[in-house]
T-cell receptor, first 112, second 113 residues
Framework: NAGVTQTPKFQVLKTGQSMTLQCAQDMNHEYMSWYRQDPGMGLRLIHYSVGAGITDQGEVPNGYNVSRSTTEDFPLRLLSAAPSQTSVYFC???????????FGPGTRLTVL | AQSVTQLDSHVSVSEGTPVLLRCNYSSSYSPSLFWYVQHPNKGLQLLLKYTSAATLVKGINGFEAEFKKSETSFHLTKPSAHMSDAAEYFCAARSSNTGKLIFGQGTTLQVKP
């Protein structure tokens, strides 16, 4: 198993540009989540999904959209990037009713 | 609202000495508790988890954590630090009613030779 994969690893955007951060898992996990990591703030939940076709907002959803058309993929979209979205983004997945989350390697995003 | 507080943002120890990383949680329910480690430019790796079984939990790489309900704490310990333990450590709690994972702010562990 590849586990949780994320692309790209690094990205630099200009303010106002849009992009999609990709996340995929091959473990047939129902739950998938997106977090952002900022210094001194730990990880904060952006959006999550409990299964294909079902998504919900986390702690800091503004400025981000998600969709879950398949079990494997959970892309995160930035429609109009802002400098405040400069962060490291982690995707995670887990089995339903299991406690352990598996994290991807992260995407380091800089918005100028 | 549930919260997780890591009491130290930075801990420095000498190689071979004990490690203590402190974590307190607030919750109306008995949560599931986790410790994750993040090495530079890497993702998060689960060290150990508490899910209402034994209160002393053993994890990977010689780490342990003890759940103390009376103190609402879940401190991470290791008897003897190794240089490879230098990393950032995150305590997290999973709410039993929402299922969401709440992370602490993180503790950077520095290990000096």
């Amino acid at each position: 198993n590849a586990g949780v994969t994320q692309t790209p690893k690094f990205q630099v955007l200009k303010t106002g540009q849009s992009m999609t951060l990709q996340c995929a898992q091959d473990m047939n996990h129902e739950y998938m989540s997106w977090y952002r990591q900022d210094p001194g703030m730990g990880l904060r939940l952006i959006h999550y999904s409990v299964g294909a076709g079902i998504t919900d907002q986390g702690e800091v959803p503004n400025g981000y959209n998600v969709s879950r058309s398949t079990t494997e993929d959970f892309p995160l979209r930035l429609l109009s990037a802002a400098p405040s979205q400069t962060s490291v983004y982690f995707c995670a997945s887990k089995y339903r009713d299991y406690n352990e989350q598996f994290f991807g390697p992260g995407t380091r995003l800089t918005v100028l | 609202a549930q919260s997780v507080t890591q009491l130290d943002s930075h801990v420095s120890v000498s190689e071979g000495t004990p490690v203590l990383l402190r974590c307190n949680y607030s919750s109306s329910y008995s949560p599931s508790l986790f410790w994750y480690v993040q090495h530079p430019n890497k993702g998060l790796q689960l060290l150990l988890k508490y899910t209402s079984a034994a209160t002393l939990v053993k994890g990977i790489n010689g780490f342990e954590a003890e759940f103390k309900k009376s103190e609402t704490s879940f401190h991470l310990t290791k008897p003897s630090a190794h240089m490879s333990d230098a990393a950032e450590y995150f305590c997290a709690a999973r709410s039993s009613n929402t299922g969401k994972l709440i992370f602490g702010q993180g503790t950077t562990l520095q290990v000096k030779p």
